[in-house]
T-cell receptor
Framework: GIQVEQSPPDLILQEGANSTLRCNFSDSVNNLQWFHQNPWGQLINLFYIPSGTKQNGRLSATTVATERYSLLYISSSQTTDSGVYFCAVGAGNNRKLIWGLGTSLAVNP | DGGITQSPKYLFRKEGQNVTLSCEQN?????MYWYRQDPGQGLRLIYY???????QKGDIAEGYSVSREKKESFPLTVTSAQKNPTAFYLC????????????????FGPGTRLTVL
């Protein structure tokens, strides 16, 4: 099955810094989502991005499907950005999302 | 106010008891899913349903059961056969995709934390 690898596993930033999170996947996909899991466990949809580039405020994402990776950019980080960022991919008819282990982000004031 | 609701937020169970976790959505989504998350891990699929009165096993279905009698509701029962049920359970839904054969973005409820005492 498809393997999903996220890097780095942990990241500590000072408020205001920028960061790039990476998601590599081992096969062709037709669904790729980025999520932020907050300290209460809620999964918040950031991007649905099987290909191309999207931006939403301070966050943007790029998926290069032919090279099997996706990047999540966080600019001017804030303490509320802390939490775990997950990448999940789907193939075929998208019945199942395959999840990476996440990047744990801590933003210090 | 559309969304996915899960209840209860916290649940404690004694060993040997069955418990049922509720998941309701008012997004008119066709597909619904149940995932389990253990500390430091990604999510693993327990069951999913694409249509009323139909559901399929995911990767870790043993010890769990589901029903889909209504489009809006997809309850999960954790049975006494589940050997290690303490975990965070997340319900999701997604709309039918183009052509009716694929599914798009999944959206998640707030989760239920189950602890077996």
């Amino acid at each position: 099955g498809i393997q999903v690898e996220q890097s780095p596993p942990d990241l500590i930033l000072q408020e205001g810094a920028n960061s790039t999170l990476r998601c590599n996947f081992s096969d062709s996909v037709n669904n790729l989502q980025w999520f932020h899991q907050n300290p209460w466990g809620q999964l918040i949809n950031l991007f649905y991005i099987p290909s191309g580039t999207k931006q939403n405020g301070r966050l943007s994402a790029t998926t290069v499907a032919t090279e099997r990776y996706s990047l999540l950019y966080i600019s001017s980080s804030q303490t509320t950005d802390s939490g775990v960022y997950f990448c999940a991919v789907g193939a075929g008819n998208n019945r199942k999302l395959i999840w990476g282990l996440g990047t744990s982000l801590a933003v210090n004031p | 106010d559309g969304g996915i609701t899960q209840s209860p937020k916290y649940l404690f169970r004694k060993e040997g008891q069955n418990v049922t976790l509720s998941c309701e959505q008012n997004l008119n989504h066709d597909a619904m899913y149940w995932y389990r998350q253990d500390p430091g891990q990604g999510l693993r699929l327990i069951y999913y349903s694409q249509i009323v009165n139909d559901f399929q096993k995911g990767d870790i279905a043993e010890g769990y059961s589901v029903s889909r009698e209504k489009k809006e509701s997809f309850p999960l029962t954790v049975t006494s056969a589940q050997k290690n049920p303490t975990a965070f359970y997340l319900c999701a839904s997604s709309p039918r995709g183009a052509g009716g054969f694929s599914y798009n973005e999944q959206f998640f409820g707030p989760g239920t934390r189950l602890t077996v005492l």
